[in-house]
DNA sequence: GCGGTTATGTTGTTTTTACAACAAAAAAGG
DNA sequence: CCTTTTTTGTTGTAAAAACAACATAACCGC
């Protein structure tokens, strides 16, 4: 795994040079752990002032209600983080973030992230304008699944979806994140109807899929 | 108006002196605007690199898709401010942003407020700091926004904003922002649907409401 | 106050979704 | 390879939401 390499691919990163990055990881008191699979990382109501950087592995933004209906909020994957609004803010966490998968995760006390540092580190102030790029993206992607959530009929809800997932892999065939019920969640809606909504989808030649595999054709509305 | 009090307790200028406040204005190119009724300041696939606040009125976050389905992403106060993400990325609005009634906004330039002053001003540092708190906080107002559209039927939707108002608002009896139509298009469910449920929710004596005016009583969920 | 306009509430019908139960297919683990 | 477990798809029924049409109430300009 090289780290440095995933590290300048991340927003948080991006501009610094590869040769200042260990010397800006321990500046940031950057720690590393190894989790397993459905490993509860951040529970809903913990404090943290760490932002987590996925090493290997991905990890889901989960939230659930009283009536232990679970919502998925996002799916995070090599190179991207999360927990940057919580670490910022000093406010109790409004979402769990479980291991979707094995897990390698690189956390980065955040606060040193934000102020100046002592050491003079060249890159500190491209960190600070990286954090204003990271939280302002992760604002625009809350806004994107907010436009899935506001469709009102399950088959509007997989097409915004399922078609924004193309746009993003740059392919009308595309691999999700997610099973049947993680989908579902991540929709809100219910999976045996989403299930028999995607027959239908299919039968209608929209888009075809195999398991987690979806080819959108060029039909879409 | 009373500019530099709006300001002094809006996030982005906490923590600044009132006098430097005026000197701040000048370096990050303030100018306000007056706007009528229903105008749209910013139009979905705009671009912008300046942020509002809002001085006076108030306006609303919308987005229209393709069969018109209106969805009112949130309202935007006194004190408060919007395009944050969409001055600090480069990319076209998802949104727009129409005033909901007569408004006096404050534009800054965002670059101006990201990238150190030449002039040497002395809270450059904190509004860096406050730009990342604003932003920390608005995402975790979508996150909200989420937890409410996340909810399955109309009922649990009005609870869980009704009752997150009423907490923001420090009291069982708050007054909405919103008139019936919107509160459906902010709920995305159907306005007379809507309406009958919340007569349903009265009967039901989980709680009172006249116009925009609501009383949650201690039953509720 | 009066007519026009908009906002809100009510009701019945159609459409969609949630739920439950189960069948089939795929994956996991010896 | 075979068994067990998990995932996915299917179907019928009950519940809920969308829709449409209308009644009533509040608001606005004159």
Chains 1, 2 share one sequence.
């Not at 606060?111 to 990286?130: D, F, Q």
Request: charged letters at 25%; aromatic letters at 6%.
């Amino acid at each position: 795994m090289d780290i440095v390499r995933i590290l300048q691919s991340s927003t948080l990163f991006s501009g610094t040079g590869g040769d200042e990055i260990p010397h800006l990881l321990q500046c940031l008191e950057g720690r590393t752990s190894d989790f397993p699979r459905d490993y509860t990382i951040i529970d809903e109501g913990d404090y943290s002032d760490e932002i987590g950087i996925v090493l290997s592995g991905s990890v889901h933004i989960t939230r659930h209600d009283f009536w232990g209906n679970r919502s998925l909020v996002a799916n995070i994957g090599v190179g991207e983080s999360f927990a940057e609004a919580l670490a910022c803010t000093a406010r109790p966490s409004e979402v769990s973030v479980i291991t979707a998968e094995q897990c390698t995760i690189l956390f980065l006390n955040v606060h040193k992230v934000i102020t100046s540092c002592e050491h003079g580190c060249t890159y500190h102030h491209t960190l600070i304008e990286n954090m204003v790029r990271l939280l302002s993206q992760r604002n625009q992607e809350l806004m994107k699944k907010i436009t899935h959530l506001t469709k009102r009929s399950t088959r509007e809800k997989l097409l915004s979806y399922l078609s924004s997932e193309a746009q993003r892999q740059q392919s009308q065939t595309f691999t999700i994140p997610f099973d049947r019920q993680q989908l579902a969640d991540y929709l809100c809606v219910e999976r045996s109807a989403m299930s028999s909504e995607l027959s239908k989808m299919q039968a209608d030649g929209i888009l075809d899929y195999q398991r987690r595999e979806f080819t959108l054709h060029h039909e879409e509305v």
